[in-house]
């Protein structure tokens, strides 16, 4: 007689591993598709997985699990910022946006998932988890910058320059990763120095900052 195949051993994945498979795959379709238009049971046939299941990770149905998701690639794409507060400020950040890139470049349907907005389901708490990625990155960068009371012109230029950050990324991924992600992370570096530039012309403690900056170039 002739033997068996041997089947590959089923191993039951963990809660954890099994929350992750769901959120990937809820990430990777909202992504491409309104989050008004992915249902359960489309998550439940990317995972592989029954409805049943989704539901119980997710008692609370799509919107739970859409909020989720969206906490999942916010809690990741944080960990970007994290640069010790060591050497030029320059090179700092440059390192900080090596990995923000590399986070859109890896991950880029949980990225488009994260800034996507005007869905039916977003909310208060959506909108909340996205700003506050934004706020943590701010944030980052003027603990590297030394001040711990910016004014509004400096806050303002550093969001306006986050959000910039952004919209490059999003621009980037549609137009097939060109140019090369370390061009892209120049370019940003030297916007950051020109946007602080402008501002500094009208504000006396932005322009300490280009002044202290020129010193490390």
């Known amino acids: 007689m002739t033997p068996q195949a041997s089947t590959p051993a ?41 409805r049943p299941l989704v539901y119980r990770y997710f008692p609370g149905g799509k919107q739970q699990l859409y909020e989720a998701a969206l906490h999942s690639a916010a809690d990741e794409l944080r ?32 990225f488009s998932a994260l800034l996507q ?5 977003e909310t208060s708490r959506t909108t909340a988890i996205v700003d506050g990625v934004r706020r943590a990155a701010a944030e980052h960068i003027l603990s590297h910058l030394g001040v711990a009371e910016p004014g509004p012109r400096l806050r303002m230029t550093i969001r306006m320059w986050i959000t910039a950050v952004e919209a490059a990324s999003l621009i980037w991924l549609d137009e097939e990763k060109q140019p090369p992600p370390d061009e892209l992370r120049d370019w940003l570096v030297e916007q950051f120095v020109a ?8 504000d006396a403690q932005t322009d300490a900052l ?8």
């Open 195 to 202: 946007v602080l530039a402008v501002t500094a012309r009208r």
């Open 79 to 110: 960990t970007c910022f994290d640069e010790p507060h060591e050497g030029p400020l320059l090179p700092r950040l440059s390192r900080a946006l090596d990995r923000y890139l590399g986070f859109v470049d890896e991950h880029d349907t949980g």
């Open 210 to 217: 280009v002044q202290a900056l020129a010193m490390d170039l």
């Open 10 to 50: 089923y191993r039951r994945l963990s809660v954890e591993e099994r929350r992750s498979q769901l959120l990937e795959a809820a990430l990777s379709l909202f992504a491409h598709r309104a989050p008004e238009d992915v249902s359960l049971d489309d998550v439940a046939e990317a995972a592989g997985v029954s």
């Open 117 to 121: 907005g005007g869905s039916v389901v």
